[in-house]
């Protein structure tokens, strides 16, 4: 029998990872836990595992979706599907292809002025409204939606809005279910229409892309309205924004380091993509998605069965010694930094590129234009989001 370990109950605290993990890496790597729904799992702890089955066909994500209450979970809403993570090779190939063409470096390289651009004109209002500020409402929270909101044609207008309606579908356990559906509901409406808008007047944006590839595979309507909602409802880039610049003012050396550094700036923000959880504990955003393996196979010395759930942890995995030396520790010299924090092989995350140039863009716009920047608030005094797939600062008021 295995010990199984109760995972994913409590909130973590600030951008801290549970002791659990570093247990488990050395002692029982792939281990029996147990989340507040759903049924048993086995929990991936090490950077080596957790990539390879990250890149493993024989762990599949569509029976998850059929699996229903059965699902390992943390919230009591049983897991939604979603066009790009919720199908299995081939279909997965043939969705996930023509969406990472259109995300490919040279559109993020492309597309980097009018973000700089729109960070210049956000950080313009900071400074002219004078400190102290709250640097996630101004500019953490506003300047992706902004920015991806160019980026697929969602109206300037409407982006805000259109933010503040996915809130309740990123719940864990803040919102209801009835809350939940109601705001999925308003986002497939809006999305619906301006789908409809696209594939008759085409603009030279990434919606209007994708409603009009061309090839051995095209997009109904239906499918396009699916991916775009699974794609604006993300706002990994605004809560990594919030941590990472959490971390900068709370480690003095580490910001000093980079203001001295800039051209530094990419590597930089590799070290803080792997250091700051993007999720609390439990499977989900980027903690990584429930599988079920489809046949019995052996993992880290343990025996998996098929039909069983397994749970990789992308934020154990990049926090493993064996791979970073002082794991625990940020830094932002550190030369060599394999994480994984957009998931790995045919699942690496499409949008890596351009989640990656708004990275750069927003640190190097914060580090540049406020030389002074400091926090305004006592460090205890943050709060943090709480019941959420994500894990950010609500509020951090900083002053210049």
Known sequence: MHKVYRYGFETPYRLEVTPLYAQLRSEEPVARVKLPYGEDGWLVTRHASVKALLGDARFQRAPVLAAGERTPRASPIPLRGNPLSMVDPPEHTKRRQPVAALLRRQQSERFQPRAQRLADELIDGILAAGPPVDVVDTFAFRF???????????????????HEWSIPARSQTT????QIEDAYRRMREYVTALVARKREQPDGDVLSELVHVKGDREFTNEE??????SLLLNDSVANQIANCLYLLLTHPDQLAWLRAHMSELPQAVEELLRFAPLSP?????????????????TLDGATIHAGDFVLPSIISANRDDQVFADAHKLDLTRPRCPHIAFGHGYRRCPGDKVSRMLMQVAM????????????????DEVPW??????RTPMKLLVQW
Request: hydrophobic share 45%; charged share 20%.
């Open 144 to 162: 992706p939606i902004m920015s991806l909101g160019e980026f697929f044609g969602v109206p300037p207008s409407d982006r805000i809005k259109f």
């Open 385 to 390: 989001k709480v019941g959420m797939i994500t």
């Open 281 to 297: 504990d439990t499977p989900g955003g980027g903690q990584g998605h429930v599988r079920i393996a489809a046949e019995d196979l």
């Open 175 to 178: 919102y209801t279910g009835e």
């Open 224 to 229: 396009v309205v699916n991916i775009a909602v």
């Open 364 to 379: 190097g716009s914060l580090v540049t234009r406020f030389p002074n920047l400091r926090l305004a608030m006592p460090v």
